[in-house]
């Protein structure tokens, strides 16, 4: 299959893991983190849910684009090399 560390096609194959592996670590902390503190916030000012809520959920879609991102690159070096 692989004729080992210098062939092309194994280099990419793994960097593309690195790169989805590594590109989706970070937004995943980052909403857990959010929702976990959007929910304490809740639980404190009940009458602000709205407001938390729109502003979680925005925060999380950008947080989501870096994994987006970082899939569209795994790809890339999957088909490309």
Do not use: C, H, Q
Request: proline share 4%; net charge negative.
């Amino acid at each position: 299959m692989f004729d080992g560390i210098t062939d092309p096609s194994a280099v990419s194959t793994m960097a593309a893991g690195l790169a989805i592996g590594l590109g989706a670590l970070g937004p995943g902390l980052g909403i857990g983190i959010a929702v976990a503190k959007a929910m304490e916030a809740i639980g404190r000012n009940p009458e602000a849910e709205g407001a938390i809520r729109t502003t979680m959920i925005i925060g999380a879609a950008l947080a989501e684009a870096v994994a987006i991102y970082a899939f569209v690159i795994a790809i890339i070096l999957i088909f490309v090399a």
